[in-house]
């Protein structure tokens, strides 16, 4: 897998990223994001919004089994509608 170094990121971060969201939403999603880490792949997107945080929860419990948390890169977003103004934001993040 092809990496690219992106300015105030802690590591270089993979070109190919994976969304954790309904493909991802309960525990039998590990052999899935197994593989795709076991790729060289590193960079795990989700938000709030995806099953009412449930997905980021999952993502967290992975992480944590496997110990690779410093190993990858966590976008995590907000805002999403109806959510899109300050307040929703800082609550989301």
């Keep these: 897998m092809s990496h690219v170094v992106l ?5 270089p971060a993979s070109r190919l990223a994976i969304g954790i969201d309904a493909s991802c939403a309960d525990e039998s999603s590990a052999p899935l994001l197994d593989q795709f880490f076991d790729r060289g792949c590193n960079v795990f997107e989700t938000a709030r919004a995806y099953h009412s945080g449930r997905s980021e929860r999952i993502l967290g419990r992975w992480l944590s089994r496997r110990g690779v948390r410093r190993q990858v890169i966590v976008i995590s977003k907000g805002a999403h509608t109806p959510n899109c103004n300050p307040e929703a934001l800082s609550k989301e993040l």
């Design 7 to 11: 300015p105030n990121l802690h590591l």
